[in-house]
């Protein structure tokens, strides 16, 4: 990781210290932040970094009775546990420091990129938990939350089966009720992360099942708790609870967290918990899978930024060849990062990590706002945001961090092919994220369908109208007026190519209108990171003015370069999606199955 650019994003993007002034965030001052995000990174290094390389070769498997995982990685959890960083963001009340998401994401930052996924039963502990803090009653929170916040419990979402993979419409999961007023669970679920492992006493699925006579489709979907172990009246763990481990799936990257397949209620049905009311399942389960989608942003953001940064120190100290200018064969060999191609890669890195890091920063801050700004518009307007931008902010750093990783790849060459460094294993670890959680296609689809079109377009139009108040506050900048112009342009792209898609969906038929909306994603999503740039590069051109030291100097000049590189190399790409979109090209939709 960059401290310089957490620093820049925390500080100068986004003002974080600005949130002190919230009640919530009142003990707290810039010094608790950064002693949280030190604190992180004193973990990270001890317990995950010696083990990161082990975590990826040595993957958890399976005797039929118990999951086996190295036995170091506990103890790199319970060092997380310990610290209270797992629950940073809690209130005080239930174990947590009540501290700013934003910041908290910042301090994972440092957890994920040295421990890979091997945080991740952390950090879905901590999604599982704020889904029932919201929309559990209070004898479940404290029956499960509490101890989940503590650390002795972990926690999981349980939505996938193998005969419905992402359509949750078709799950087949039944819930039948008891006369005690709990329910019994039976059915399959595959791809669990986390699903099972001896890391905690217990473990708290949150389960998506259909109760008997319910309606057919997603409206028929109710969420339970569902524990490994069920739990006695003083809080101790009781008897088995029928949640078997059928299998473990053997991942390419992303090897530290098990993926299982569960087998819910063989005998005589797994005891749940029903969360809030019968098949309201699904609208409590978006509280996670939007949490969730942050935090797959968030991965390939991080990921892209530490491979970007390995690459960097390997080309300043990798010396070979010569520039070719040089006709002397006897004169010194330059450092790779001297060659015209090798900057363009390491600018391309910089260009969409830093930028996706930007973005999901962003994200988080508006999920903090959505609940703790001062003023109930605020805070529904930061909820309108940041419900419009889910699907970019999960989508565009999942597929450019990859991206960013296999370039990262190339710049090391033969040595970037080989696991004596760890950038093909960023690549193989962030190759999970344009799959899970909603597929890069399915993304485009809620956004096209669902996001724009919602509430009279009020997240699409409050979206533009920020890119808008950005390009106003660009204008006192003459080096930044290129920029502004080229964004002003996208953004008339955009719309323009919105009304044509939306036009074609009410006109045209719907599958072949729908054809190109992984295109219309990419479209929005690189306007979006242009965007973010231009923020960048206000910040950067108001410091640069201000003459800083030479360190913050090149620091500033490197956020301006790459603004430049990404309006000039990625930005202009939009048009060519555009293009496609505007004439609903037929190429795909057109396709036979006889074909292939």
């Known amino acids: ?11 100068e993007l986004f003002d974080s210290e600005s949130l002190l002034t ?19 990174k004193a973990i990270a290094e001890k317990h995950f970094l010696p083990i990161r390389q082990k975590l990826d070769t040595h993957q958890p498997t399976f005797d039929g009775k118990k999951v086996q995982l190295i036995p170091e990685l ?20 239930l174990g947590g420091m009540q501290l700013p998401p934003i910041i908290a994401s910042a301090a994972g930052a440092y957890l994920s990129v040295g421990g890979g996924v091997g945080i991740g039963y952390n950090m879905l502990t901590t999604a599982n938990a704020n889904l029932l803090e919201v929309h559990a009653s209070d004898a479940l929170i404290e029956k499960w939350v509490k101890p989940m916040r503590e650390g002795r419990f972990m926690g999981t979402m349980a939505m996938t089966e193998p005969g419905s993979g992402s359509g949750l419409g078709d799950l087949s999961t039944k819930a039948t009720k008891t006369e005690e007023g709990n329910y019994r669970i039976t059915g399959s679920k595959i791809f669990i992360s986390g699903g099972d492992h001896d890391l905690s006493e217990n473990i708290v699925h949150l389960v998506l099942a259909r109760v008997q006579g319910a309606p057919k489709g997603v409206k028929g979907i109710s969420l339970f ?6 739990v006695n009246d003083d809080g101790s763990i009781g008897e088995d609870n029928e949640v078997a481990l059928a299998g473990l799936f053997h991942k390419m990257g992303g090897r530290a967290q098990t993926s299982t397949a569960l087998s819910f209620g063989e005998k005589n049905g797994s005891v749940g918990y029903l969360v809030g009311e019968e098949n309201r399942g699904l609208q409590y389960m978006f509280h996670m899978m939007n949490e969730a989608r942050i935090m797959v942003g968030t991965s390939g953001a991080v990921l892209a930024v530490a491979g970007y940064q390995y690459s960097v120190d390997y080309a300043k100290n990798r010396p070979q060849g010569r520039l070719p200018s040089c006709k002397d064969p006897l004169s010194p060999m330059v450092n790779i990062i001297e060659h015209a191609d ?5 600018l391309a890195q910089k260009s969409y990590a830093e930028g996706a890091l930007s973005l999901v920063l962003y994200g988080t801050q508006l999920s903090d706002d959505s609940r703790t700004a001062k003023t109930q518009e605020q ?21 450019y961090g990859p991206k960013a990783n296999s370039l990262a790849i190339q710049v090391l060459g033969g040595h970037g092919y080989i696991n004596e460094h760890p950038v093909e294993m960023f690549y193989r670890d962030n190759r999970l994220n344009p799959i899970h959680e909603g597929t890069t296609g399915m993304q485009s689809l809620d956004l096209l369908t669902r996001k724009v079109p919602m509430n009279n377009r009020q997240g699409y139009l409050a979206t533009l109208d920020e890119i808008y108040k950005t390009i106003e506050q660009s204008k006192p900048y003459a080096n930044l007026d290129e920029f502004s112009v080229q964004l002003a342009t996208a953004v008339d792209t955009l719309k323009e190519t919105t009304q044509s ?19 219309y994603l990419a479209l929005f999503g690189h306007v979006i990171i242009a965007w973010l740039w231009l923020k960048q590069g206000i910040v950067a051109t108001k410091a640069l003015a201000e003459q800083p030291h030479q360190e913050d100097k090149n620091f500033y000049q490197g956020k301006c370069q790459a603004l430049q590189y990404f309006y000039r190399f990625e930005l202009p790409k939009i048009s060519l999606w555009a293009a496609l979109l505007n004439s609903t090209d037929s190429s795909t939709y057109d396709m036979q199955v006889e074909w292939f």
């Open 501 to 519: 898609v939306l036009t074609a969906m009410s006109t045209k038929h719907i599958d072949l209108a729908l054809a190109n909306s992984v295109k």
């Open 342 to 346: 090798v900057k363009r890669m390491l």
């Open 22 to 40: 919230r009640t919530r965030y009142q003990d707290h001052d810039r010094h608790t932040f950064n002693g949280v995000i030190n604190t992180a």
């Open 74 to 93: 506990k103890v790199a959890i319970a060092a997380v546990n310990e610290s209270g960083i797992g629950s940073a963001t809690a209130d005080y009340e």
């Open 225 to 230: 708790v569902v524990p490994k172990y069920l």
């Open 379 to 399: 805070r529904q307007y930061a909820h309108t945001l940041l419900d419009f931008l889910t699907p970019i902010i999960k989508t565009w750093p999942s597929e």
């Open 1 to 11: 990781m960059n401290e310089r650019d957490l620093e820049f994003n925390l500080y």
